[in-house]
Nanobody
């Protein structure tokens, strides 16, 4: 059974950077499309970035040019590099993996950006 676990969240000042990691365990990692959502307090969960098993990426307009997602299939890990952070980026960030049987979610990691 595939599981994904996020790490790397925390508190950062506006303009700063954070890198989130998402470690996957289970059957061959490299075949899964994966990505990141975020959910701010009182708001719906929204898509931030996606990465195919070949490494093709796509981003929400709100983070284009500031966030970069990548994957290291040898380490079974996906990353989200977040630069030029803004207070409106404050949210719980969730990693997911799309399997043939459905989507598997991580537990989430809090990112707080202070002004």
């Amino acid at each position: 059974q595939v599981q994904v676990v996020e790490s790397g969240g925390g508190l950062v000042q506006a303009g700063g950077s954070l890198r989130l990691s998402c470690a996957a365990s289970g059957p061959p990692f490299r075949i899964y499309p994966m990505g990141w959502f975020r959910q701010a307090a009182g708001k719906e969960r929204v898509l931030v970035a996606t990465i195919s098993w070949r490494g093709l990426t796509d981003y929400a307009d709100s983070v284009k040019g500031r966030f970069t997602t990548s994957r290291d299939n040898a380490k079974n890990t996906v990353y989200l590099q977040m630069n030029s952070l803004k207070p409106e980026d404050t949210a719980v960030y969730y990693c997911y993996a799309d399997l043939s049987t459905g989507r598997v979610w991580g537990q989430g990691t809090q990112v707080t950006v202070s002004s």
